[in-house]
């Protein structure tokens, strides 16, 4: 097999893909480079041009998927700088929307810790904590006691997982009204 590794940004980020779909499909305890690399039309050997081992290759993936929910998350913070209720809300209906459209990079990100190990575990957390830092920064403003904002973003969350499950489902339409209904629910419990 001849392999072109002239352009390594697209390859790399072929494997990630592909790495990332592997999850999806086999879980993290049955991750096989080789079924990696044949996705990506390679040799088994491919992978490790790029990637030390299959643990190195795996936090590459967790951290590519961070890169793209941050690159998202930016623009978000950016467009609503100086309104935190705005922002915490628009990055709720970001985050129902990314991991809708991206299926397998939740498959990533929720896989257990025993699954993942500590490092890869560690990893996986930094998208929640985006979040959290904004409603606890909200709840400070307001006022709001330590215990109420931990119970408001559990109650956020619980929204974003349930939302994102019924939309994958088909029990609720992935349309305008949805994310308006996800909307009104988000900016009432930051109001309540």
């Known amino acids: 097999m001849t392999e072109n590794y002239e352009n390594t940004d697209t390859l790399y980020d072929r494997l990630l893909i592909a790495g990332t779909n592997e999850i999806g499909q086999h879980g993290v305890a049955d991750f096989s480079l080789r079924r990696v690399a044949a996705a990506c039309g390679m040799s ?9 081992n299959k ?28 309104d935190v209720e705005r922002q915490i809300i628009e990055i709720c209906l970001a985050y129902i929307r990314f991991w809708v459209a991206n299926p397998n990079y939740r498959s990533v990100l929720t896989a257990s810790e025993k699954a993942l190990g500590k490092e890869r575990a560690n990893e996986k957390t930094k998208n929640s904590e985006d979040l959290e830092k904004l409603i606890r920064n909200f709840s400070e403003m307001r006022g709001i ?32 009204e949805t994310f308006e209904m996800i909307r009104e629910m988000i900016a009432d419990e930051l109001k309540a």
């Open 55 to 82: 643990e190195e290759f795996i936090v590459e993936i967790i951290q590519y998927i961070n890169r793209q929910w941050e690159l998202l998350r930016n623009q978000i913070l950016s467009l609503f700088e100086g």
């Open 145 to 176: 006691h330590p215990f109420a904002t931990q119970q408001k973003l559990y109650k956020i969350k619980a929204i974003l997982y349930g939302m994102t499950t019924m939309l994958e489902s088909g029990e609720l339409s992935n349309n305008t």
């Open 44 to 52: 088994c050997a491919a992978p490790y041009k790029h990637f030390k």
